[in-house]
């Protein structure tokens, strides 16, 4: 038999209790060894569960019971998970998280003290809930030097920006609604500036590229500035805007990191990517793209990687998973340079027949546009150019009071 | 060190042994070993290659050499493939293949006899070629239970198809382009009339639901009946046609197991998978729907998938992998039950006011279709209904003289 203790009672907690309990035969039966959650540690009080004689408020009682092998640590947040997390390590008791806030700021360090330690430190769930992706990308990539990571990291934004193209719904009634749904993690502003999505493209980075990847190196923009109109817009150019996250190898050695909003062709495939969904795209030097794609949020989804985890970890007391990265640098992301590329541009002006002449004369008259001369608006999607050549052109636009500028996946 | 012997030096052969020569130190540092390719069987001769000097023509040279722990067999086929494979794991070597028609035909006996043997067989590389399935299957989805696979699994027929709604090809010119382009496989036959996509539900339902499959017992249908005009006129109801192979779960206990021409709704993002691309859904009880996408085939993909499970084989010398499914059974796989769905229906008559009356009466008035006068023939898109029910109401249909039922996917 082997103990396990979970800290954290929330929604991905409830779920883990619940499925390592409800399902204990299924589990055992694959493991070929009892589970038992001995603890769940939170300082709410939760009576009338069948299993609420487990509850205990002291994190003591976790780190002195030899008895316990396994944490599952679902808490969120850095503090106190981290001192908990490393704690638990150093007593060498493997640590299961779901919690991509811990991994994405103290990975490395984490993996180096479960290394150390000789116990283990899998965070699936961290990622895309239960769409599996870090154990693919550690194992049945092995054989590939990865060279890209990108894709849609975040349900919640994914489901606004949905609502947007598809309903019309404007940003704020669409986000309403995700609120309303339940979609919307503990604070919505993590979903719509990006910093959940930007924790998760360093997590898939670090891993996938072999060195850590801290959030504050992503430059990370949100969904706040795309616009109804821009949804509108990007349709008729055959193309939907995503909150995508984007990691990739630059010839120097170096990475860039992104998130930001991006207008997708239809023809990629993330383009078709809907709702609450999840697609992460994994380009490796052998196998070319393979993408994951599944519900990338929710309480039974996330709770099942975290026991699949879990299982992991009782199949291999004593001994190692292979999963580990190297400390990050703070000139290891370099956002400066990047790949030219298609550009989305909106110029705004007071007057729409400057606009038209100084557009013509700046880009050429073949240069295929969406003009409104009501809103006195020009939309257009560029050549494949330079950002910084781009910039040029669009500075020396005379009478633009407005400009939007979004990347592009074609 | 460890050596490894492969047995086959075609397509997929010459690229594990080329991936496993040229990045040998890459795959030293992860899995903290040399690994050593020591044989390469064929009967036929390579000449001025690198490693030309390991090639060996006696099977009996790998078997009863000891230092052997590791054999790759990737020359496709039941014989001499099986009893190679049997001889090697009773001989407590590990096998990797790449075989699917081998693994659908005997994976539950050779399963058995790598257990009683205390090693290894993995084979991931059949199915998806370089995309992880099989293995983010057991592992990720081990607290799940899953209750239906389905997908593309066939690259050749989706390229064929695609073709032939995209760029409005026939099926012959579409299969020509597909085989110029090096994109069919050995014998097309096993493609386009879907024995390649049946070998791999099989191996898919066995592992997903933990009882053997046999290609036999897969109700399956090819291509070769989908014409031009069904793919003009699914694209009329905003669907495209892909070939899906596809296996669930009864309340029964048993599984249903299909591979067949279906109608599938843009709305479902299979029918954003294009070209060679494979794609497959798995439906677990907890995680929802999840989907595995990448490349199908291909030389490097297959081989990188494959020297995967060699890097795993070799990390688990001596260790077992939690692999494994029951034998299966005559009468587990029940395909006259199926769920209620909706259907594409293309009616040909002699006399199209006739075949539009007769369809009104049987139908309704409200049922939309499309007519063709031209070409006397009727198509529409059925409500959700039971199969038997329909056929009657077709059977009643007077004066049809050709008929096409598609079933769907919404």
Known sequence: MVNVAIMGHGVVGSGVAEILINHADRIAEKVKAAVNVKYILDLRDFDGLSYSDKFIKDFGIILNDDEIKVVVEVMGGINPAYDFVKSCLLAKKSV??????????????????AEENNVNFLFE???????????????????????????????????????????????DAALALAQEKG???????????????????CILASLGFGKHVYPEQVKTEGITGVTLDDAEYA????????????????????????????????????????????????????????????????????????????MDCVKHINARKYLSWEDGSPDYVDNSVEEKQKFY??????????????FIRVFGENTFFIGNEFSKELVFISDVTDENELKMQLDSLKGVCGLTVFHTLF
Chains 1, 2 share one sequence.
């Open 96 to 113: 299961v998280t779901s919690n991509k806030e811990l991994v994405a700021a103290k990975g490395a360090e984490l993996l180096r003290i």
């Open 125 to 171: 769930a961290s990622v895309g809930g239960g769409i599996p992706i870090l154990r693919p990308m550690a194992q049945c990539l092995a054989a590939n030097e990865i060279n890209e990571i990108y894709g849609i990291l975040n349900g919640t934004t994914n489901y606004i920006l949905n609502k947007m193209i598809v309903d019309n719904m404007d940003f």
């Open 183 to 201: 979609f919307a993690e503990r604070d919505p502003a993590a979903d719509i500036e990006g910093h959940d999505a930007c924790r998760k493209i």
């Open 235 to 310: 349709d008729k150019f055959n193309c939907v805007i995503k909150l995508i996250g984007s990691a990739k190898k630059l010839p120097n050695g170096k990475i860039t990191a992104f998130v930001r909003p991006t207008v997708v062709s239809r023809e990629c495939i993330l383009a078709s990517v809907n709702g609450v969904f999840n697609a992460i795209m994994v380009n490796g030097d052998e196998t070319g793209e393979v993408m994951f794609y599944g519900k990338g949020a929710g309480k039974r989804p996330t709770a099942s990687a975290v026991v699949a985890d879990v």
């Open 345 to 358: 541009v909106r110029i705004k002006s007071q007057n729409y027949q400057l606009l038209k002449s100084e």
